[in-house]
């Protein structure tokens, strides 16, 4: 029997335990950085009846408002480090050091999971209320930045060593130097905590300036995470592994080595004193690193085809990037909702994030149309075989956004800590199987000129 302060409702053939009003206080108190400690059945709950809006209440058109700026900069974003790329592969330090290629899709995996863990959970801490004492502020501020200094100077490591160990497998006739593994180490530490700080900063400013304006974090934080957090990255890694190249007879690749390796037990005791994200010190790895190697999935599958069809590295990471934001929107409002006590109104916000993603979608083929990018046949089967495409794995994303939320949620984990790099691993797979799934059918039945070898014919 529950106790005498709860009431016990029916929602959607699921009984719940939804505290009182009186008891409202306690629920918001619940952990919010590992397991929780409530031993009820909770997906979802009914927000007690408040005179006053709460402003986490789905409003779709403020949701639109707030979102479609964040996504357009999101498509920019991705657009840029597209390019980016495409100026760098040609840089002598990504000729000779061929495990800079590999290490690329999976420190910007791992880094966009970081950064998007972070923009969720402080968005939460936002809508809790968390960020309008200066006190708990500041603690949360400094406490989470150092978390993500930690948690940068090891996810780096592990994509360095990952790529040089990954390269040494698939290319067993190009032998790797010692020199060249710690320069391919090094860049990866150093880009991952530079970039760590510069986007954990600029994510908490944004945050207590949306709360400050009155705009739902849960709707600009993610996407924005992860559009700048590619860009800033990969320019950050190409100019350190090119110094580190140039002073590869020196000792400064294994000098920035052991001051990056002796900097985690100094951001470490930072976290560890800090009462606010202590728990998140050993919590929260292993998706991080399971969504690591589910993405690698999607790597090897774009190597196996980005030769064999042109302009699917261009259209890849748009793909992969716009669904798994709109997806991480979605999750991350459920958990806020889930923290508050409230009941997100699904349907609702579900068919606003899909129809969004037309007008983006739209945008993003008319600027590969006017603008020639990847040296596509942009032909009218191909624009909706590509849209339909977008459209299947953008529903996809906020189904698993949703169940995934909510199963966390059910076995007591934090989804702000947990949802995202599993959401976002599985739908990179996703979207890279199903592009070239299009390729391959536009190709075969002579809709589009897609493959490379035809261009040079």
Same mark, same amino acid.
């Given at each position: 029997?529950?106790?005498?302060?709860?009431?016990?409702?029916?929602?959607?053939?699921?009984?719940?335990?939804?505290?009182?009003?009186?008891?409202?206080?306690?629920?918001?108190? !619940?952990?919010?950085?590992?397991?929780?400690?409530?031993?009820?059945?909770?997906?979802?709950? !009914?927000?007690?009846?408040?005179?006053?809006?709460?402003?986490?209440?789905?409003?779709?058109?403020?949701?639109?408002?707030?979102?479609?700026?964040?996504?357009?900069?999101?498509?920019?974003?991705?657009?840029?480090?597209?390019?980016?790329?495409?100026?760098?592969?040609?840089?002598?330090?990504?000729?000779?050091?061929?495990?800079?290629?590999?290490?690329?899709?999976?420190?910007?995996?791992?880094?966009?999971?970081?950064?998007?863990?972070?923009?969720?959970?402080?968005?939460?801490?936002?809508?809790?209320?968390?960020?309008?004492?200066?006190?708990? !502020?500041?603690?949360?501020?400094?406490?989470?930045?150092?978390?993500?200094?930690?948690?940068?100077?090891?996810?780096?490591?592990?994509?360095?060593?990952?790529?040089?160990?990954?390269?040494?497998?698939?290319?067993?006739?190009?032998?790797?130097?010692?020199?060249?593994?710690?320069?391919?180490?090094?860049?990866?530490?150093?880009?991952?905590?530079?970039?760590?700080?510069?986007?954990?900063?600029?994510?908490?400013?944004?945050?207590?300036?949306?709360?400050?304006?009155?705009?739902?974090?849960?709707?600009?934080?993610?996407?924005?995470?992860?559009?700048?957090?590619?860009?800033?990255?990969?320019?950050?890694?190409?100019?350190?592994?090119?110094?580190?190249?140039?002073?590869?007879?020196?000792?400064?690749?294994?000098?920035?080595?052991?001051?990056?390796?002796?900097?985690?037990?100094?951001?470490?005791?930072?976290?560890?004193?800090?009462?606010?994200?202590?728990?998140?010190?050993?919590?929260?790895?292993?998706?991080?690193?399971?969504?690591?190697?589910?993405?690698?999935?999607?790597?090897?599958?774009?190597?196996?085809?980005?030769?064999?069809?042109?302009?699917?590295?261009?259209?890849?990471?748009?793909?992969?990037?716009?669904?798994?934001?709109?997806?991480?929107?979605?999750?991350?409002?459920?958990?806020?909702?889930?923290?508050?006590?409230?009941?997100?109104?699904?349907?609702?916000?579900?068919?606003?994030?899909?129809?969004?993603?037309?007008?983006?979608?739209?945008?993003?083929?008319?600027?590969?149309?006017?603008?020639?990018?990847?040296?596509?046949?942009?032909?009218?089967?191909?624009?909706?075989?590509?849209?339909?495409?977008?459209?299947?794995?953008?529903?996809?994303?906020?189904?698993?956004?949703?169940?995934?939320?909510?199963?966390?949620?059910?076995?007591?984990?934090?989804?702000?800590?947990?949802?995202?790099?599993?959401?976002?691993?599985?739908?990179?797979?996703?979207?890279?199987?199903?592009?070239?799934?299009?390729?391959?059918?536009?190709?075969?039945?002579?809709?589009?000129?897609?493959?490379?070898?035809?261009?040079?014919?």
């Amino acid at each position: 029997m529950p106790p005498n302060n709860y009431n016990l409702v029916q929602t959607e053939s699921i009984e719940l335990l939804v505290p009182g009003e009186h008891h409202l206080e306690d629920q918001h108190k !619940r952990s919010r950085h590992g397991r929780s400690n409530s031993t009820t059945s909770f997906i979802h709950f !009914r927000a007690p009846q408040q005179k006053e809006e709460d402003p986490t209440v789905t409003n779709v058109s403020k949701l639109a408002s707030q979102a479609l700026p964040s996504l357009l900069i999101c498509v920019i974003g991705l657009i840029v480090a597209g390019w980016m790329m495409d100026i760098y592969q040609h840089w002598e330090v990504f000729e000779q050091v061929s495990e800079l290629f590999i290490l690329v899709p999976v420190l910007l995996n791992l880094k966009g999971n970081l950064e998007m863990n972070l923009a969720a959970r402080f968005s939460t801490s936002a809508n809790m209320g968390d960020l309008d004492h200066p006190e708990t !502020r500041n603690a949360l501020v400094w406490g989470n930045l150092a978390l993500i200094q930690v948690q940068a100077l090891i996810a780096g490591s592990i994509a360095g060593i990952f790529s040089v160990i990954l390269g040494a497998i698939l290319h067993p006739e190009e032998v790797i130097t010692i020199s060249e593994s710690v320069l391919v180490i090094a860049s990866s530490m150093v880009s991952a905590t530079v970039s760590s700080f510069v986007l954990g900063l600029f994510m908490c400013v944004l945050i207590i300036l949306s709360r400050i304006l009155k705009i739902d974090p849960d709707n600009i934080a993610c996407p924005m995470a992860s559009s700048l957090g590619d860009v800033v990255t990969l320019g950050i890694l190409a100019g350190c592994a090119n110094l580190l190249l140039v002073n590869i007879e020196t000792q400064l690749s294994t000098f920035l080595l052991l001051i990056m390796f002796g900097s985690i037990p100094f951001f470490g005791i930072s976290v560890w004193r800090n009462p606010h994200v202590r728990s998140l010190l050993f919590s929260g790895w292993t998706p991080i690193i399971v969504a690591m190697l589910i993405s690698s999935g999607a790597g090897l599958v774009l190597e196996r085809y980005v030769e064999q069809f042109k302009g699917l590295a261009m259209l890849t990471p748009i793909l992969c990037g716009l669904a798994g934001n709109l997806g991480s929107i979605y999750a991350s409002r459920i958990s806020t909702c889930l923290h508050k006590g409230m009941q997100e109104q699904f349907k609702k916000v579900e068919n606003a994030l899909l129809l969004m993603n037309v007008p983006v979608q739209l945008l993003f083929l008319v600027i590969v149309w006017f603008l020639e990018i990847g040296h596509l046949d942009f032909t009218f089967a191909f624009a909706l075989s590509y849209f339909l495409v977008a459209m299947i794995c953008t529903f996809l994303a906020l189904k698993m956004g949703k169940s995934m939320t909510l199963a966390f949620w059910k076995y007591k984990y934090d989804p702000d800590n947990y949802v995202l790099p599993y959401l976002t691993a599985i739908i990179d797979v996703i979207c890279t199987s199903l592009l070239v799934v299009a390729f391959a059918w536009l190709s075969a039945n002579g809709y589009a000129s897609l493959e490379a070898e035809k261009q040079d014919n």
